[in-house]
């Protein structure tokens, strides 16, 4: 992925600075805890109050940024930023040319360990999420990190295209970006409110399936944004999409359920399945036609 040399989005809020900081994750605690929250549908309120406990000691350090980041931390910062910046300028552009209205960019904060966000605290065993309340994304880049080295995400060494230089996988983080900023748009055009009422009213069956048709369109949402950012920068280099696919794959519900207990529940499903998720990023990247992201109507 070509992401150097480009504009730096303003809106990145680093907190990694001196933040109290969670104890030792191991990767299997790491899972455990993300498929609780991201997968399995757990109240994001009621994982954020669980954390409470280890959260309390959070101080006002919080809020700075790193004061001398070591060249992996600053260039996770640029990174971001540079990804960010791109979902700014592709999405000013296509809400522009395809619903006729002008787009709001989201904050994206940095954080290491534990952060306090207008949804609650929160800490990075929940990995990447956004919070509608406060209207940001909030991700520990450490999680990038696990995501290539431990989650088996991309990245393989024994792949000859994947290691080409040492960003192998930058692709698939780029995905979990731009899949949260989804949410954002969701939020923005009043779908999140909408899906948020109708599941008050339903079933835990059918909250959980709205919970999917959201998640789907967020990833169609990420694949339009690649379309478009692609015909603007010519970011994407051979082995790329398949960054993406895999990561969408391994984010599956019935993978990460198979995972962690060896079957699955597909009326817990709160994501979609593997296919499902590489299905959907892929309508988006194919087409770039948000409407084509109906997934609520379209059906799964």
């Given at each position: ?23 030792g994750i191991s990767i299997l605690g790491l899972i455990v ?268």
């Amino acid at each position: 992925m070509r992401w150097k040399g480009r504009r730096v989005s303003s809106n990145v809020e680093d907190r990694r600075g001196g933040g109290a900081k969670a104890g030792g994750i191991s990767i299997l605690g790491l899972i455990v805890a993300f498929v609780a929250w991201k997968f399995f549908g757990v109240d994001p309120q009621q994982a954020y109050q669980a954390t409470k406990q280890v959260t309390q000691g959070v101080s006002s350090a919080e809020m700075r940024g790193l004061e001398n980041p070591t060249p992996e931390q600053q260039e996770a910062i640029d990174f971001v930023g540079t990804v960010l910046a791109d979902t700014e300028d592709t999405w000013s552009q296509v809400f522009q040319q395809q619903l006729n209205q002008q787009y709001t960019a989201p904050k994206l904060v940095l954080f290491n360990g534990v952060v306090n966000s207008g949804c609650g605290a929160a800490q990075s065993a929940m990995g990447p999420f956004y919070c509608p309340a406060d209207q940001k994304v909030y991700i520990d880049t450490t999680f990038f990190r696990d995501m290539r080295s431990q989650m088996g995400i991309s990245g393989e060494q024994n792949s000859t295209e994947l290691s080409r230089n040492d960003q192998a996988g930058d692709f698939a983080q780029a995905y979990v970006v731009a899949h949260e900023v989804g949410h954002h748009i969701q939020t923005i055009l009043g779908i999140s409110s909408q899906v948020q009422q109708a599941r008050q009213q339903a079933t835990k069956v059918q909250a959980n399936q709205l919970s999917v048709y959201q998640e789907l369109q967020a990833d169609c949402l990420a694949g339009v944004w690649a379309y478009h950012n692609h015909e603007r920068t010519q970011f994407l280099e051979q082995g790329d999409v398949q960054e993406a696919m895999d990561a969408a794959h391994k984010i599956g519900d019935d993978y990460l359920q198979k995972k962690a207990q060896g079957h699955v529940v597909p009326d817990s499903f709160t994501h979609g399945t593997s296919a499902q998720r590489v299905q959907w990023f892929n309508i988006g990247l194919k087409s770039g036609q948000m409407a084509d992201c109906d997934t609520f109507n379209k059906g799964i």
